[in-house]
């Protein structure tokens, strides 16, 4: 087990993983990674995010060790039953403590959890784990049986550069993005809904680290607006929210859902297509992801369907001005995995118009059993 020299931060990486990196690059440019595994990351010298806008990262925590073997030894666990009794030894009554082992083990897990409870107890400590069955916690264990109680929850991940240990500092804030997702006040599943984490991540990928730069405070546009999840979201991060809509019941909603959670934002009927009078720093939309479908169009229909997006499109990047455009592309899925790119029409037209697509991996967002995924394109000129 060696010291660390330098500040570590580890993060559990949402459910795409992929585009949780590119959030966390966008935000903090300068930061060097040190890990990078499918369901954590580890960087080096990075402020500690701020997980209420953070949409990709599910927890965090500040690394206090780490092991540079395959396994490990019992030298390397009293380093970590000796952080626990740190932890709990000014303080009275029985203290709680957990672990979450990334990749999950249940084996490393027992072991820890069952050693750190008969070290701590020869140490006249008492305690309890909070593992109900030997699991990981959720999020809502770990907050409500362990942070709010004074308790102590290690994150432990295992990666290709050996073992992390991390004292857990924050959770993602589920019950504010279940609320906004299901509970906000004007939603339609006909005309598709952006959820918040997402909205949130591509609002970090257009602003960037642009609210501490000369920028001063952005302001974020959305021109394919629907119901507004893209406005609540840059509102919610301190950003001026500005949105269109072809459908003026779409404007209304957007309109509406701001107003529900008290949020400001200027938000008008307008064709995308032609151009607008107001300013604006970055384009941050969901886009327009063609008619919804149940099953995969034939290729003849994908073609049709992919052409008339490209003039959409073609039409729109035509005359905006801004540093950074993120937008949504339609992907259809075969057996869960993407199959037909609408970006393989979209982007070759949008390159002759000066626009470079800036991500060098794909992002793509998709959920169980869905026929059509967006794929998250940043582009600038």
């Known amino acids: 087990m060696n010291k660390l020299i330098v500040l570590q931060t580890l993060l559990i990486l949402g459910r795409n993983p992929t585009i949780s990196i590119a959030e966390i690059w966008a935000r903090f440019p300068s930061a060097k990674i040190c890990a990078r595994e499918k369901e954590f990351a580890v960087f080096e010298n990075i402020s500690t995010p701020d997980l209420k806008k953070i949409g990709g990262v599910v927890k ?3 690394v206090f060790s780490q092991c540079f073997q395959p396994s490990l030894k019992e030298k390397d666990l009293q380093v970590i039953y000796a952080f626990l009794e740190k932890e709990f030894s000014q303080k009275s009554g029985k203290q709680i403590f957990a672990f979450s082992v990334y990749p999950f083990d249940l084996r490393i897990l027992k072991t820890l959890l069952i050693g750190s409870k008969k070290f701590l107890k020869k140490k006249k400590i008492s305690s309890r784990f909070a593992n109900k069955n030997f699991s990981n916690l959720t999020n809502a264990q770990s907050e409500f049986e362990v942070l709010k109680k004074g308790g102590v929850e290690i994150l432990v991940a295992k990666g290709k550069q050996g073992w992390f240990f991390a004292k857990l500092e924050q959770n993602q804030p589920f019950e504010s993005y279940k609320k906004r997702d299901y509970e906000k006040a004007f939603r339609d599943a006909r005309v598709g809904m952006l959820p918040p984490k997402l909205a949130q991540i591509m609002v970090n990928l ?4 642009a609210a501490t730069s000369c920028l001063g405070n952005p302001r974020v546009y959305d021109p394919f607006c ?3 999840g893209v406005l609540v979201e840059a509102a919610l991060m301190g950003y001026e929210a500005l949105g269109s809509d072809i459908d003026p019941r779409m404007v209304d909603f957007s309109q509406k859902n701001l107003a529900a959670l008290n949020l400001q934002g200027e938000v008008f009927s307008h064709d ?9 720093d970055v384009v941050v939309s969901e886009g327009y992801l ?10 003849q229909v994908c073609v049709k369907i992919f052409k008339e997006l490209q003039q959409l499109y073609e039409s729109f990047f035509a005359w905006v001005e801004c540093r950074r455009v993120v937008i949504c592309f339609p992907v259809y899925l075969e057996g869960g995995k993407p199959k037909h790119f609408a970006s393989e029409e979209i982007l070759p037209a949008l390159a002759k118009l000066g626009w470079k697509m800036k991500n060098t991996e794909k992002l793509i967002y998709s959920r169980e059993n869905q026929t059509v995924g967006r794929e998250i394109v940043i582009l600038s000129r």
């Open 60 to 62: 965090t925590g500040k």
């Open 206 to 209: 257009g602003v960037g680290d």
């Open 226 to 228: 629907g119901a507004g």
């Open 272 to 280: 995308a297509k032609q151009k607008i009078s107001q300013k604006y």
């Open 290 to 299: 063609g008619p919804p479908r149940r099953t995969i169009p034939d290729p």
